[in-house]
């Protein structure tokens, strides 16, 4: 559900954020209706089989038994009964997804997860992810950043250029890398230590302003100012740096199938049953890679032939393995049962309606309550559950006013789907 996202507005107004930062981690949990909630940052979305076993029987034991993909390619695990927090922290630390535990809610980067497995790229970001990490783990800093703070690296291809990250280290074809804010050139090998002051730029200015943000966008300054403060940072730290425009193209995420050395396969609304992601583990040759489009890069050993009944088997258990899926433009936040603030079984209605729509040439995002909890930042049909009962259906078409519309129940949402987007 990736989409292009505007840059900063130079009349940018800060956003009030009136409390602290609540994001839940892997040792905070946050209350749902279905009992705890804990978020497992994976930075890059990759992990090692054995983590993902790891992740598995805490799911198992602790939770729901499902595993729950994020839009920044993390796990969420629900169903925590209270008081578990110690046994949780102990399995996670054993399989080595708590490098830090003071840093934990904070290593959230994504990065293009087809890197080193095709021709697409213009180079691996694995060496800048491990590296970004590290220097993430390793700051007093850090620390400070919020929950919802965003890195992301992208390997030339553009797949993260759209994901309105905070902070974006972009391969260009000269062998460097293209930051920003900042819009500038700095050399691949400054490339991670560049993103890390970008950040710190983000957080000296916060402080400066009395603000407590929790984005980039939060500050509510100008490209150009922004601009100028990376710059000021990257000069104090003594990281070289040049003017550079902006690397033109934005790409999806990979689509379902076979691509490279690898396969790809989609998971309808981020759930995944135990035993498909045991599935997952079985096929993948040593990592799994997930994806902010709550999908799953699995790369793997072997000939296409290989390849090819990995993803049948895949397939047969109930994983996306085709490109034409509409499950490819459907999302839905947790709605009921799960939350008490949503107005309906928001993923029940659009499992329901996803034969009985026609493809809008969008993404559908369905939402059990105003917040819009996880919603893509743009380029989507918002399909939003009333209070009394029945869903608000808007569209916003390029170059237009938004266009609205009701449906009394979910039967009525193809009707009123084909009003708005026709």
Do not use: K
Not at 115 to 124: E, H, T
Not at 317 to 325: E, Q, Y
């Amino acid at each position: 559900m990736s989409a292009a996202v505007p840059p900063p507005s130079p009349q940018a107004t800060p956003a009030a954020r009136g409390r602290g930062d609540a994001c839940p981690g892997a040792l905070r949990l946050h209350a749902a209706d279905d009992g705890a909630l804990a978020r497992v940052r994976l930075p890059g979305g990759v992990l090692s089989t054995g983590q993902a076993r790891a992740l598995a029987v805490a799911a198992r034991r602790l939770g729901d038994g499902d595993l729950h993909l994020t839009s920044r390619g993390n796990v969420q695990l629900r169903g925590l009964p209270e008081g578990c927090g110690a046994e949780l922290a102990e399995l996670l630390d054993a399989a080595g997804l708590l490098p830090s535990r003071e840093h934990e809610r904070v290593r959230n980067i994504v990065a293009s997860p087809l890197s080193g497995l095709d021709a697409d790229g213009l180079r691996d970001v694995r060496p800048w992810l491990t590296a970004l990490d590290a220097a993430l783990c390793a700051s007093r800093d850090a620390v400070g950043l919020s929950g919802r703070f965003l890195f992301a690296l992208d390997d030339g291809r553009g797949d993260m250029s759209g994901l309105g990250a905070d902070v974006l280290v972009r391969a260009v074809p000269d062998g460097g890398a293209w930051l920003a804010p900042g819009s500038v050139r700095v050399s691949a090998e400054d490339a991670p230590r560049a993103a890390s002051a970008a950040a710190g730029a983000f957080l000296e200015a916060a402080r400066s302003g009395g603000r407590r943000a929790w984005r980039v966008s939060d500050l509510g300054l100008s490209g150009s100012e922004l601009a100028r403060l990376v710059r000021d940072r990257l000069r104090a730290e003594g990281i070289g740096h040049e003017d550079h425009p902006e690397p033109a193209g934005c790409a999806d995420g990979p689509p379902p199938g076979i691509v490279g050395d690898a396969v790809s396969v989609h998971i309808p609304l981020g759930r995944l049953s135990a035993h498909q992601w045991d599935e997952l583990t079985h096929v993948a040759a040593g990592e799994l890679r997930l994806t902010p489009w709550r999908g799953v890069v699995l790369p793997t050993a072997g000939a296409a032939a290989e390849r090819a009944g990995a993803l049948s088997r895949l397939g047969a258990a109930g994983l996306v393995t085709d490109p034409g899926s509409p499950w490819l433009h459907v999302g839905a936040c947790i709605g009921r049962p799960g939350c008490a603030r949503s107005h309906a079984d928001v993923r029940g209605d659009a499992a329901r309606t996803l034969d009985a729509a026609d493809d809008p040439g969008v993404p559908l995002y369905w939402s059990g309550c105003e917040r819009r909890c996880g919603h893509p930042r743009s380029g989507h049909v918002d399909v939003v559950a009333a209070p009394g009962g029945g869903y608000h259906l808007t569209a916003a078409p390029a170059g237009r006013r938004p266009r609205t519309a009701f449906a009394a129940d979910p039967s009525g949402i193809p009707a009123a789907l084909a009003a708005i987007t026709s």
